[in-house]
C-alpha cells in the first residue's frame, strides 16, 4: 500500500531543521493571551488526571481499611481506572476527530471532574470501582488529545517547548502526588482525596472555552472497532495480570488479546483514518518513535517496581526514605524537559532520544551493579536523578517527532498512539518484574530487574538511532 505524499513527508520531522520547511503549512497557533488560557486548560488538566492516579495508589491502604475491603480487592481501585484509560484511548482519539479536540477534551474533563464527586460520595467499594471506571474514561479523552491540542495551540517552532511544559506538568504532579495525598490523609478522610478535583476540575474546565477549534471530520466511527479494541485491551491487561499466578487463565486472556488484535486490524486495515492508527504506524519515523517509547517506558515501569524492594529490603530503609530517594527520578525529568525542549532546536532528535534513553539505560545499570555499602542515599539518589534526567531528555523531543510525523488532521490518533505506547510499556514494565519476582529469590529478582530495565532503555537508544536523519532519507 503506497504513503501519501502528505505522510511520506512527514519522515523530515526526525530533525527539526527539515520540520521548518513546511512550517507554511501549519496554523500558526493562537494569539496571546488566548495561548496562555488554552495551555493552562491542557495542563491543568493533565497534571489532575496523573496527580489523582499518584494520590489514589497511597490512599489503598486507608480506603480498605475504612471500607472492610481486603488489599485484594482494594487494588480493583487502581486497576479499574487503569482498564478504562486504555481501552477508550484509541477510541477517545477517533471521537474527537470526528466530533473536534476542544469537545470531546472538555467532555472528559466535565466527567472525570463529576466522576470525582462521585469517587468522594461512594458508600462502598463497588460504587467508587464504578466511579473510577468513570474517571478513567474521561482521562483516556484527556490523555491523548492534549498533546493534539498543543499543536494547534503553539506556533510550529515552539512545539518543543510546549511538550516540554507538559513533561513538566506531569513529572510535578507525579512528584508531589505521594506528599500531597499523605497531607490529606493526615487531615482529613479518604472521600477527600478525590473531593479536591472539584475546584480544580472547574477552573480547568472554564478554561476550556479557550481551548483552539478544528473542523470535525466526516469520519464514520465503527462501534465494531471499538468493540474489538476495548477487548483487545481489556485480556490484554488482564492476562498480563493473571499469568504469574495461574499459567493456563493468563494464557488464555492473552490469546482472546491475540484473536481480537488480528481481528481489528483486518477491519482496519483499509480504511483511510483507521481507529489503530496503521497509517501513522506505516510512517518510517512515527514508526520508531512508537517502538522507543514503548522500550523506556518498559524500563521506566521495571525499574519502578524494582527499586522500592531494592531500597527497603535490600539496604533496608524505611518507606518514608524510599520514597524521598525515588523523588529525584520525576524532579530530574522536570530539570531535562525544558532544556531537551531547547536542545531540539539545534539538534537532530534521533541524537537527542538516543542520548537521553542512554543516560537512562547508565542510570539503571549503576542501581543494579554498584556495590552500595553504609548510607546508600548519595549514590542512589545520583543514580535516580541520572535515569529521570535521561528519561526527561528522551520523552519531549521523542513526543516532538510522532506529532510532527503525522498529518495535522491525523493529531488526535498520533497523541492516543503515543498513550498506547506508553501503557503497553508500562504493562510489559510490571508483567517483567511480576514474572522475575515469580521464579528468583527477591535479591536476585532485584538486580535482575534493574538489569532488565537498563536493557529495555538501551534498546530503546539503538531503536532512536534507526530514525537518524541519513536512515530516515534512505527510508
Known amino acids: 500500500m503506497h504513503l501519501s505524499p502528505a505522510l511520506r513527508s512527514r519522515d523530515c520531522a526526525t530533525d527539526s531543521r527539515c520540520a521548518e520547511t513546511d512550517a507554511a503549512n501549519e496554523a500558526d497557533g ?4 488566548r495561548r496562555i488560557a488554552a495551555v493552562a ?18 490512599a489503598l491502604p486507608s480506603i480498605s481499611l475504612q471500607l472492610n475491603a481486603t488489599p485484594a480487592d482494594a487494588v480493583w481501585i487502581i486497576t479499574a481506572y487503569q482498564l478504562a484509560v486504555v481501552m477508550f484511548l484509541l477510541p477517545a482519539s477517533a471521537i474527537g476527530a470526528r466530533l473536534g479536540y476542544h469537545r470531546v477534551f472538555a467532555g472528559g474533563v466535565a466527567l472525570f471532574t463529576v466522576a470525582s464527586v462521585l469517587c468522594a460520595l461512594s458508600p462502598s ?38 511538550i516540554s511544559w507538559n513533561a513538566l506538568a506531569i513529572a510535578g504532579a507525579t512528584a508531589a502526588g505521594p506528599s500531597i495525598g499523605a497531607f490529606i490523609l493526615s487531615t482529613a478522610n479518604w472521600p477527600w482525596l478525590f473531593a479536591v478535583n472539584l475546584p480544580i476540575g472547574i ?35 488482564l492476562g498480563s495480570d493473571r499469568l504469574p499466578s495461574s499459567l493456563l ?48 517506558f518498559t524500563g521506566q515501569m521495571a525499574s519502578y517496581v524494582a527499586l522500592p524492594f531494592y531500597i527497603q529490603h535490600e539496604l533496608g530503609q524505611s518507606t518514608a526514605t524510599t520514597g524521598l530517594l525515588m523523588t529525584p527520578w520525576p524532579l530530574a525529568v522536570m ?41 546508600p542515599a548519595l549514590p542512589i539518589a545520583l543514580f535516580t536523578s541520572l535515569a529521570g534526567f535521561g528519561f526527561g531528555l528522551f520523552q519531549t523531543p521523542n513526543n516532538q517527532n510522532m506529532l510532527l510525523s503525522a498529518p495535522k488532521e491525523r493529531s488526535g490518533a498520533a497523541g492516543g498512539a ?12 510490571s508483567l517483567a518484574m511480576s514474572l522475575v519476582f515469580g521464579v528468583l529469590p527477591s535479591h536476585s529478582a532485584v538486580h535482575l530487574g534493574l538489569a532488565m530495565a537498563a536493557s529495555a532503555a538501551l534498546a530503546g537508544s539503538v531503536v532512536s538511532l534507526l530514525r537518524s536523519p541519513a536512515r530516515s532519507a534512505a527510508a
Not at 493533565?46 to 492516579?53: K, M, Q
Request: glycine share 8%; net charge positive; hydrophobic share 55%.
Open 125 to 162: 467499594l463497588p460504587w467508587l470501582v464504578a466511579a473510577r471506571c468513570l474517571q478513567g474514561l474521561g482521562a483516556a479523552a484527556v490523555m491523548p488529545l492534549g498533546l493534539a491540542l498543543l499543536r494547534s495551540t503553539y506556533p510550529r517552532r515552539l512545539l518543543a517547548r510546549a
Open 30 to 33: 493562537l494569539p496571546m493571551p
Open 335 to 375: 530539570l531535562a524537559a525544558p532544556l531537551s525542549a531547547r536542545l531540539a532546536q539545534r539538534v537532530p532528535t534521533a541524537w537527542l532520544c538516543a542520548a537521553g534513553s542512554a543516560l537512562l539505560a547508565t542510570g539503571l545499570a549503576l542501581c543494579a551493579l554498584w556495590p552500595i555499602h553504609g548510607n
Open 418 to 429: 503515543q498513550g498506547t505506547a506508553r501503557l503497553t510499556g508500562l504493562t510489559f514494565g
Open 203 to 237: 477552573l480547568v474546565l472554564a478554561a476550556c472555552a479557550k481551548l483552539p477549534r478544528q473542523a470535525p471530520t466526516k469520519d464514520r466511527i465503527d462501534p465494531w472497532s471499538i468493540a474489538l479494541n476495548a477487548i483487545m485491551f481489556a485480556t490484554f491487561v
Open 41 to 58: 486548560a491542557v495542563l491543568g488538566a493533565g497534571a489532575l488526571v496523573v496527580l489523582d492516579g499518584a494520590i489514589a495508589n497511597v
Open 249 to 296: 487463565h493468563g494464557g488464555a486472556l492473552l490469546g482472546v488479546a491475540v484473536v481480537a488484535l488480528v481481528l481489528l486490524v483486518r477491519r482496519e486495515t483499509t480504511k483511510k483514518a483507521p481507529l489503530v492508527p496503521l497509517d501513522l504506524l506505516r510512517v518510517h519515523s512515527f514508526r520508531i518513535s512508537i517502538i522507543a517509547s514503548v522500550c523506556c
